[in-house]
């Protein structure tokens, strides 16, 4: 263990990666601020940038992006309560109202710190627990694998939006989209129309791109511009009352943060709304929670940086990504020619060890960016869009160009580009198709590999009994969010009944 | 629930969305019999997983497409809806809760170029959020029909400049993409725009060409490589 970290650090603080891990955060919480663009428009614009680099150099840059855009994201969510992800929502519901009363500083200073502590416990749980994960993970065979990839996709599907028969829909497309092409089985080519581009299947990152930031740039022109920031920055410090009321909120963020983002297909989301939601149960001032509460900013802040890192485990260990972002970055890891998997931590020590080094490095300088500087990223949510969106849009199309050389790559982007726009449109979840088309691939093998097994009975995935629990986890998720929102709803009334009168405020006003 | 008339424009790309989705999802189904569902000893063959897929894409399209054909609008609160709905329930009203409750929104109608009703627009009250909605005038006074036409301007452009690669090579339509979106679309001066986009695309050559290596396709004319 200690040999390993030794390694990591040895890697990561090597002048080349330490200066790409700052130019990943720097980027990352730019593009975090940047209202509508999330961690997963930022990796899959800026992976054709980190194809020359050496892999685990490129990939400790993206894995920056990815997490440097959680801090940036909560500017954006605090100051004009536009989030950039879906994780950052919960969080504007007190730090917008906290930006009003004029505490944005403190809100973001909390922010900034509870994502800080939270990354480092769950990273020290994750380089803890992903080896010996990593370890068990091994005895899998087809059959779990399989489970697993239809946990991976239950849980996303149940998730990622607001219509569980509509991402249903959409991982289908997605594992559509990926069928095309040369069957790694049979050798057949399928859905191919002749074309020798469709041969090798439709490039994933080049959909990506197209979906995440062309798609974005339309629906951004079709909504319209916001309006600028409201709040203002009255007191940037912190007081040491906001610091004590944010401590319990943010361990409790952290470690609740890190189970569910060990999930496939869970992520940030979900964890910075339960940490909310307990938080406001446990809380003293729960009923204050709406109203500018600190730790409601503070909880839903640490749980998804936690979430972010804890999404680690499946992608590193088993391959099977936890999230719409840590797709695009399973993809990186594809184009280097990498295979996450059991084997990855045996076979490519210095990779792994020195990407997880490196968030460690990389989350202390995201501190020390965001506490002092976050007033000064603000500023370019006042740089208006119509300048913004013709660079997003030239940097997406030379992107994709310059993975393979080729016209077609910029087709791919135009195309999913507006395909993009209509998803988002019409309300159609992304992350489903995009975990869908990753799994595509793996899905089948499994598939083909798990019917040779079973003489053609694919039945066997139901007599072997880790499967068969996956499975049954897998199907509680679906009935998940309908299951979690009456926990949320039956605490909560009893609680607000018995109400203390003394501590009871004019505004609690709670539903019973 | 019936749906209003200013959303008559979305449902109508709702409808011809999931048609095409319903016939794509035939389309497969009919062609992946032909690759044959499994091999000798009943194995997974080439076919079954684009038969299966696709057939269960058509089932669902065609079901969605059904009920937005009968003037049901598409439930949006299963899912992730639920717990954010739980979370915020005792929230006060008024508050933040209010104003962005699910991630993305619900984009509420707005009549695009594709709505075959040219009747006027219904303008709601303020916009729930910050952001202007789906048919508010925004910041800069565009009504939702102007940002319509700018979306289309802006993706035909995007078409356009592909199609001019081969003929001004890579940064070169690109340079006249930006112009044209800033000066025409953004209704910018000529000079900022020229500027803007000028070092815009001086900084991508100087990344992608200058850092990196990469031989962008010069055209006939020769620009950039």
Not at chain 1, 215 to 244: C, H, K, N, T, W
Not at chain 1, 400 to 422: D, E, H, K, P, Q
Not at chain 2, 9 to 24: D, N, P, R, S
Not at chain 2, 161 to 177: D, H, K, M, N, T
Request: hydrophobic letters at 50%.
């Amino acid at each position: 263990m200690l040999d390993n970290l030794v390694l990591g650090f040895s890697t990561a603080l090597s002048v080349e990666n330490l200066l790409w891990c700052f130019v990943g955060v720097l980027v990352g919480t730019v593009i975090g601020v940047l209202p509508g663009l999330g961690s997963t428009t930022g990796v899959a614009v800026l992976l054709p940038l980190t194809l020359s680099l050496e892999p685990v150099t490129g990939l400790i840059m993206l894995a920056g992006i990815y997490y440097g855009s959680q801090y940036g994201g909560t500017i954006t969510s605090v100051l004009i309560s536009t989030p950039g992800e879906a994780s950052s929502v919960v969080t504007t519901l007190d730090g917008y109202q906290m930006a009003r009363q004029g505490r944005a500083g403190a809100a973001l200073s909390i922010a900034a710190i509870g994502s800080f502590v939270a990354a480092i416990i769950s990273l020290a749980l994750l380089v803890a627990l992903a080896p010996p994960f990593a370890e068990f993970a091994l005895d899998f065979g087809p059959p779990e694998m399989l489970a697993v990839m239809i946990l991976g996709l239950a849980t996303i599907i149940s998730f990622a939006g607001d219509n569980r028969v509509l991402g249903l829909l959409m991982a289908l497309v997605g594992l559509l989209i990926a069928t095309v092409g040369v069957d790694p089985g049979s050798g057949t080519s399928r859905f191919t129309f002749g074309s020798i581009y469709l041969l090798s299947g439709i490039p994933f990152v080049e959909v990506m791109i197209g979906l995440f930031a062309v798609g974005e740039v339309l629906y951004q022109i079709r909504q319209g511009a916001a309006a600028p920031i409201r709040a203002g920055f009255r007191e940037l410090m912190i007081s040491r009352e906001d610091l004590r009321r944010s401590g319990g909120p943010i361990l409790r963020g952290s470690f609740l943060g890190f189970l569910f983002g060990i999930l496939p297909g869970a992520g940030s989301t979900l964890a910075s709304f339960m940490a909310y939601g307990i938080e406001k149960r446990v809380s003293k001032r729960g009923k204050e929670f709406g109203t500018g509460a600190i730790e409601g900013v503070a909880a839903p802040e640490a749980a998804n940086n936690a979430a972010a890192n804890a999404n680690f485990v499946p992608t590193l260990t088993l391959g099977i990504p936890g999230g719409a972002t840590t797709a695009v970055l399973l993809g990186a890891f594809m184009i280097y020619g990498i295979q996450p998997g059991p084997l990855l931590f045996d076979e490519q020590p210095t990779l792994v060890w020195g990407l997880l080094a490196s968030f460690f490095i990389g989350n202390v300088i995201l501190l020390f960016l965001n506490l002092p500087l976050a007033p000064v990223f603000a500023q370019l949510l006042r740089v208006p869009y119509g300048y913004m969106y013709p660079l997003i849009l030239l940097t997406s199309l030379v992107g994709a160009y310059s993975i393979t050389n080729g016209m077609y790559s910029v087709w791919v982007v135009l195309v999913f580009g507006i395909i993009g726009y209509f998803m988002k449109r019409l309300d159609l979840p992304m992350a489903p198709l995009v975990l869908g088309l990753v799994l595509g691939p793996l899905f089948e093998k499994a598939l083909v590999q798990t019917s040779a097994i079973g003489d053609g009975n694919l039945l066997i995935v139901f007599t072997r009994p880790l499967a068969l629990a996956v499975m049954a986890i897998a199907i509680l998720q679906v009935a998940a969010p309908t299951i979690m929102a009456r926990l949320l709803r039956r605490r909560a009334t009893p609680r607000s009944r018995r109400s203390d009168p003394a501590d009871s405020t004019p505004e609690g006003s709670s539903r019973g | 629930m019936t749906t209003p008339p200013t959303r008559r424009g979305i449902a109508v790309e709702q409808a011809v969305v999931h048609g095409l989705l319903a016939a794509l999802g035939l389309g497969a189904f009919v062609m992946a019999l032909d690759y044959g569902l499994f091999l000798e000893e009943s194995r997974v063959g080439p076919g079954l997983v684009p038969a299966v897929v696709g057939g269960l894409i058509a089932l669902i399209a065609g079901w969605e497409l059904v009920t937005t054909l009968r003037g049901h609008r598409t439930p949006h609160d299963r899912g992730l809806a639920e717990v954010v709905a739980a979370t915020a329930v005792d929230a006060p009203s008024g508050g933040a809760s209010s104003e962005r409750a699910t991630p993305g929104g619900v984009p509420a109608g707005g009549s695009g170029s594709m709505s075959p009703d040219g009747g006027p627009v219904q303008m709601p009250g303020p916009g729930p959020g910050p952001g202007p909605g789906p048919d508010d005038v925004d910041i800069f006074g565009r009504t939702p029909e102007e940002r319509s036409r700018q979306l289309w301007t802006v993706s035909a452009a995007l078409v356009v400049a592909a199609l001019l690669v081969p003929l001004l090579g890579l940064l070169g339509s690109l340079l006249v993409l930006s112009v044209f979106i800033s000066a025409v679309v953004e209704k910018r001066g000529w000079l900022p725009s020229l500027v803007v986009s000028f070092l815009a695309v001086a900084a991508v050559y100087g990344v992608f060409v200058g850092f990196l290596g990469v031989p962008l396709p010069t055209g006939l004319i020769g620009i950039g490589g």
